[in-house]
T-cell receptor, first 113, second 117 residues
């Protein structure tokens, strides 16, 4: 079974803090993704990576950065958290572009006060 | 531009009723993939099905069935004899075949299904 894990299920931070969200997959997948989920908006892609040290902007990258130093780990960074970044963050991985099926982690619900 | 529309925000049914979740998509590509995911209250998205644009055969898996119609750009999902455990948010998604795009998914807004006993 594919397993994607995220470091925290719930996180509360203060405005201006630097926030790290960690995602680890154990299936040697090439591609990893970060989404945020908001009511009425579905899931929106923040960043993705198709190889170690490679990253591509998604649809809403502003205010975020990512790091992929190892194949199994993809980190989402909020350099200076703001209240409008309060959301559910979902990480996903997929084996390769041709198969496309993405497997998701349990999500991190981030609240920025 | 790619777009996925799930017009039904919330659906409520009574157990054992059949229910259909609608999904309409827009794409200019001839090669693309369509997906359905289920998000139970626990939060983790669970993959249900993947369909490519060249395969219009309907699919049945137990109580689940999917109707793909390119003529109307729709990929609808039917649950037969619904159960309380089917209560979840269901997402339809679209992916276009692009080199080194990692299979980017465009999600619909989701349909929250509530099945009451």
């Amino acid at each position: 079974d594919v397993k994607v894990t995220q470091s925290s299920r719930y996180l509360v931070k203060r405005t201006g803090e630097k926030v790290f969200l960690e995602c680890v997959q154990d299936m040697d997948h090439e591609n990893m993704f970060w989404y945020r989920q908001d009511p009425g908006l579905g899931l929106r892609l923040i960043y993705f990576s198709y190889d170690v040290k490679m990253k591509e902007k998604g649809d809403i990258p502003e205010g975020y950065s990512v790091s992929r130093e190892k194949k199994e780990r993809f980190s989402l960074i909020l350099e200076s958290a703001s209240t409008n970044q309060t959301s559910m963050y979902l990480c996903a991985s997929s084996p390769d572009p041709s198969t496309d099926t993405q497997y998701f982690g349990p999500g991190t619900r981030l609240t920025v006060l | 531009a790619q777009k996925v529309t799930q017009a039904q925000t919330e659906i409520s049914v009574v157990e054992k009723e059949d229910v259909t979740l609608d999904c309409v998509y827009e794409t200019r590509d001839t090669t693309y993939y369509l997906f359905w995911y289920k998000q139970p209250p626990s939060g983790e998205l669970v993959f249900l099905i993947r369909r490519n644009s060249f395969d219009e055969q309907n699919e049945i898996s137990g109580r689940y069935s999917w109707n793909f119609q390119k003529s109307t750009s729709s990929f609808n999902f039917t649950i037969t004899a619904s159960q309380v455990v089917d209560s979840a948010v269901y997402f339809c998604a679209l992916s276009e075949e692009r080199y080194n795009q990692g299979g980017k998914l465009i999600f619909g807004q989701g349909t929250e299904l509530s099945v009451k006993p």
